[in-house]
């Protein structure tokens, strides 16, 4: 058995594998004796009494083996040999929701992860809203009519959808299997109404993002700038934003969007990313 041990962990070794006691060993590289002393090895001989125990393995002087020697020397010590994989696997696939009040700069930091991350894929939502003119048809959105909409709700399709300001909206389920399947974190940008539905749906399994600007008045100024609402239809985002404030406490982390300080806001959001990605338990997908 200690044949088969050395004989196995020491195939490489240059010269001395075993016996002569350090008063006689002549000079050369190797200058400490160490028995086999780990654990395992140690109970699987202990019970065998001197004669069969394993020979003290010599470990080459640090200064002048080279390094493989050196680590060959180490795995005959220790009975065994070091392994290559890695020591943390493959973190699983993360879903991450991003989610704010109107105007807040949720596209706006979607699109600059996008340029940083492309090991992420970036839902896109089916709606029903008309297609501003910046947009594409299946990059931002996936522009369907009403009735197109509501089969996809019949045949349960959408892990959740909404009425938003007079349009639909839902995230296609199968986008995010597929994508998931193929390693890639998922990214959903949905408003306040959709993630409440989403957390309900997904639970803790999902890293849930509350985006907000520095104040409310930056928040409306940021609407106004946009130039994409009527005065009405500012009048119900503004109110509707107010009431959406309350539900950041049911979010997992709030990230500050402030005035031209989006450079800012996109670092926190990896930050959150490779931390959660680093967790020793990590989320599983209810889905
Ligand atoms: N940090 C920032 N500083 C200044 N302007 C910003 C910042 N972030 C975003 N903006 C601008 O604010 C406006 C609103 O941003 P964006 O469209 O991304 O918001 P949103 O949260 O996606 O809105 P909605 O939910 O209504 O679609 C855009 O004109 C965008 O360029």
Do not use: W
Request: glycine share 4%; no cysteine; aromatic share 6%.
């Amino acid at each position: 058995m200690i044949r088969r041990l050395l004989n196995s962990s020491l195939t490489h070794l240059p010269v001395p594998s075993l016996q002569p006691p350090l008063k006689t060993q002549p000079k050369n590289n190797f200058n400490f004796f160490f028995p086999i002393l780990n654990s395992t090895t140690h109970n699987r001989f202990s019970h065998m009494g001197d004669a069969r125990r394993p020979s003290p393995v010599p470990i080459p002087s640090l200064d002048k083996a080279d390094r493989s020697e050196l680590l060959r020397a180490l795995e005959a010590s220790l009975g065994s040999s070091f392994s290559s994989e890695p020591l943390n696997p493959n973190p699983k696939p993360l879903i991450i929701v991003i989610s704010g009040p109107s105007g807040v700069g949720k596209d706006a930091l979607i699109s600059r992860l996008r340029d940083s991350r492309p090991g992420i894929h970036f839902v896109v939502t089916a709606t029903t809203r008309p297609r501003r003119p910046s947009e594409t048809d299946g990059k931002d959105y996936l522009f369907v009519s009403k009735d197109e909409f509501l089969k996809m709700v019949e045949k349960d399709e959408l892990l959740e959808y909404a009425l938003v300001y007079g349009d639909y909206k839902g995230v296609p389920k199968q986008q995010i299997r597929d994508f998931m399947a193929k390693g890639y974190d998922v990214v959903l940008r949905v408003d306040i109404q959709g993630a409440q539905t989403l957390r309900k749906v997904l639970g803790k399994s999902a890293v849930f993002v509350f985006l907000v600007a520095e104040s409310e008045v930056a928040m409306v100024e940021r609407l106004v700038d946009r130039n994409t609402e009527t005065a009405e239809s500012l009048l119900v985002r503004i109110g509707t934003a107010r009431e959406e404030m309350k539900h950041v406490k049911n979010f997992d982390y709030v990230v500050v969007n402030a005035k031209d300080k989006l450079e800012n806001a996109v670092k926190l959001l990896e930050s959150i990313i490779d931390a959660e990605k680093a967790k020793v338990r990590q989320r599983t997908l209810l889905m």
